[in-house]
């Protein structure tokens, strides 16, 4: 596995790891040195925390995984075209997480107010697996495996737990695989999301697919109950729903990039979908005045009903993100190719 290590333009420690086939222990052992390393050379914490590890492939690049928070905040197709939305406000340097990329929202089942803060996961540093537990498939896979473990402040309720995160790169699919252990000697639940911001043309021209006839939850509303009468979802003002028992493949078209984002999960039956129009964007510090015109959150989640763990217990999710090219400028695509399967 070729490694190489530099200063990138703000200052900060940047890795880059290719590994077309996977790697071996001996590869990775020299990736932890390189860690110990870069905590020496660069001894503040806030840019220790803001280490970037690019994970290459042949079809697709992933760059600039943050162990701060183990946030994915760039991927690109082979075109070289950035496929996930960051805040024009975004500052790396900032020893806090960012708006934008993919994160994981762990939060205990019932602290509605951490998980709309996205959870305590993401404000966090992760580390490197050092002994990741085999997950299929292995063959032709670029991954990483970071590792989150319960701190102190964990420690004070009854939740001790350890949160593993792959993040793959297979034939141009971007793959996440959570998996959360309770390591205490009690039960205990979670609320868990995997926020998705993605990267569209203008939001008036997107519209989702396979959410339709489903039960949400209005956000916007006091978290009132209705059923999804449309479709398909299209955008002309705010919106925050939390689409319950959803179908594990989901289409997000961009009519006017003639491409969709096509997005697989299995264990996070939920789906939120989230953009806070131009007078809450105004609102939030982090997030540009137009941001939300060419931003799109669509993520998986399990929030409804909770994730229970009993002692020693395991539970794992999947997600997986890929595009593909749509030949048309408007009108509704053929749900069954994009449901169901490209022939």
Known sequence: MPLNIFQ???????????????SSAEDFEKVFHILDFINNLWPSEAVSANILLDLLSTESMLR????????????????????????????????????????ACLARFGDLSS?????????RMWSLDRDPSPLPPLDNQSSVDLILKSTEVDLKTPCSFEFRLRISLNAGKLILIPRVRNTANKAFSFSFTLCNCLSVSDISEVRIEGLETLDYFDNLLNRSRFTEQAD????????????????????IIDHEKKRTFVLQKKGM???????????????????????????????????????????????????????????????????????????
């Open 8 to 22: 990138d333009k703000d200052g900060l420690p940047r890795i880059i790891l290719t590994e077309p086939k996977g």
């Open 115 to 123: 998980l709309e803060q996205h959870g305590f996961a993401r404000n």
């Open 232 to 251: 398909a979802l299209t955008f002309d003002g705010e919106m925050d729903r939390v689409y319950l028992h959803s179908p594990t493949k989901i289409a």
């Open 64 to 103: 600039q995984v943050l162990l701060y928070g183990g946030q994915i905040i760039s991927w690109k197709n082979h075109r070289k075209e950035e496929l996930l939305f960051m805040s024009s406000k975004a500052n790396k340097k900032q020893h806090k997480a960012i708006r934008g990329g993919i994160s």
């Open 269 to 343: 039956p939920d789906a939120v979908v989230w953009n806070p129009w131009g007078k809450k964007a105004k609102a939030i510090p982090d997030l540009g005045d137009d941001d939300y015109k060419i931003m799109m959150c669509v993520n998986s989640a399990a929030i409804d009903t909770p994730i229970l763990l009993k002692p020693s217990e395991e539970w794992m999710g999947y997600q997986e993100l890929s595009t593909v090219s749509s030949s048309y400028c408007s009108g509704q695509l053929d749900p069954r190719k994009v449901l169901y399967g490209f022939h």
